[in-house]
C-alpha cells in the first residue's frame, strides 16, 4: 500500500507542477488569436474607410462638375442672348465679362466659388487654317510664319507646329473634283510645304487631331515655352474661319494682312478699343490705309461663331476646372463641341 501512495503522490506533483505551464501557454494562444482579430479588424475599417471617402470624392466631384455644367449652359444662353441683341462681336459685349469667385453654393458643408471666363476664339490665328482641300495653304502659312516671327518664336519651332498640325490635318474637309481626283498640288502649294520642312503630304493622317494648344506639348522637339508664348494668339477650331477684327490682338492682324506693320495695326486697335468698333470688313479695310491690298484675300471679319469657356470650382480640399468649345452658328442655342475636364 506504501508504493502506490507514493507513486500518486509522485504524479500529483508532476501535474501541479505541469498545470501553470498549461495556462500560460494558452493565455498566449489567446493573446495571438486577439492580436491576429485586431489586425483584421483595423484592415477591414480601414478598407471601408478608404471606400467611404472614395465615395464622397466620387459625389464631390459629381456635384462640382454639375456645377460647371451649369456654368456652361449659363455661357450658352449669354451667347445666344448677345447675338440677337449684337450684331457685331466685340470685346465690350456681355459674353466679355468674366466671373472671379462668385459663392454659388456648398459642398462637403463649405462654400464653393465659381471662376469663369468666355474667350473669342476668332480673335486668334486658327492652325486650322493652314490645311486646305487636303493642301497647304499658301497664304496662312504665310501669315503663320509672319506671327512666329512676330512673336519672337524662333523659325525652327514655328516649322515644327506647322508641321505636326498639317500631318494631323491633310484628310480634313478633303474634297474631290468631278472626275474624283484629288485636287493637284499647285507650285506655290509645293513651295509652302517645303518652307515648313515637308517635301510632301501624305495622304492619311500621321497623328492625332488637335482640340487645344496645349495638345502640341507632346510634339518631340517643340519647347513647353513656345507653346505658352503661342497660347493667346493661336487656336485650333473644327473649321477653317475668319479671324473677328473686333477682338483680335495686334499681332494676329499685322500677321495676317500683308503689308500692314505692327504699330499701325496697334494704333488701329487702340482706337478700336476706344470705341470705334469695326462696323464691317469694307470699314476695316479703309482704316488700314493700303492701297494695293486685295481685300478678298485678306480673311477678316466683325462677327464670331467659336467661343472657349474656361471655368474652374473652388472647393475646400480641391479645384475642378473644365473647358468647353461652343459653336454660336447666331440662328440657335450655341451647341457644345466639346468638354475637358480635370482636376
Excluded at 307 to 318: V, Y
Amino acid at each position: 500500500m506504501t508504493q502506490p501512495i507514493r507513486q500518486l503522490a509522485h504524479k500529483s506533483t508532476l501535474c501541479s507542477k505541469g498545470k501553470p505551464q498549461e495556462q500560460g501557454m494558452a493565455v498566449i494562444s489567446v493573446l495571438l488569436v486577439v492580436a491576429v482579430i485586431a489586425v483584421l479588424a483595423a484592415a477591414l475599417l480601414a478598407r471601408q474607410t478608404a471606400a467611404i471617402r472614395a465615395v464622397q470624392n466620387e459625389q464631390t466631384r459629381s456635384q462640382a462638375s454639375w456645377l460647371l455644367r451649369g456654368d456652361i449652359s449659363r455661357a450658352q444662353v449669354l451667347l445666344q442672348a448677345e447675338a440677337q441683341r449684337e450684331p457685331t462681336t466685340r470685346l465690350d459685349g456681355l459674353w466679355n465679362q468674366p466671373v472671379n469667385g462668385q459663392h454659388i453654393g456648398e459642398i462637403e458643408g463649405a462654400p464653393a466659388y465659381l471662376y469663369s471666363e468666355l474667350t473669342d476664339e476668332q480673335g486668334k490665328f486658327n492652325l486650322r487654317n493652314l490645311v486646305d482641300n487636303g493642301q497647304i495653304d499658301p497664304d496662312e502659312s504665310a501669315s503663320w510664319l509672319r506671327l512666329c516671327a512676330l512673336l519672337g518664336v524662333p523659325p525652327d519651332q514655328a516649322n515644327l507646329v506647322a508641321r505636326r498640325v498639317v500631318l494631323s490635318l491633310v484628310e480634313a474637309d478633303r474634297q474631290a473634283t468631278p472626275d474624283n481626283t484629288p485636287q493637284q498640288q499647285t507650285d506655290d502649294k509645293l513651295q509652302a510645304a517645303q518652307q515648313i520642312g515637308l517635301s510632301g503630304l501624305p495622304i492619311t493622317d500621321q497623328g492625332p487631331r488637335l482640340r487645344v494648344i496645349e495638345d502640341l506639348l507632346g510634339t518631340p522637339g517643340l519647347n513647353a515655352a513656345t507653346v505658352t508664348l503661342l497660347r493667346p494668339f493661336v487656336t485650333i477650331l473644327p473649321q477653317r474661319t475668319w479671324i473677328n477684327s473686333n477682338t483680335a490682338r495686334a499681332e494676329v492682324l499685322a500677321a495676317r494682312v500683308p503689308g500692314l506693320s505692327l504699330d499701325r495695326a496697334r494704333a488701329m486697335l487702340q482706337a478700336r478699343d476706344s470705341g470705334q468698333w469695326f462696323i464691317n470688313r469694307g470699314d476695316f479695310a479703309n482704316r488700314l490705309q493700303i492701297p494695293d491690298l486685295d481685300e478678298s484675300a485678306v480673311l477678316i471679319g466683325i462677327t464670331s461663331q467659336w467661343f472657349r469657356l474656361s471655368n474652374a470650382l473652388q472647393m475646400p480640399r480641391t479645384t475642378l476646372v473644365m473647358q468647353a468649345l461652343i459653336h454660336d452658328s447666331k440662328e440657335a442655342l450655341p451647341q457644345i463641341v466639346w468638354r475637358r475636364e480635370g482636376v
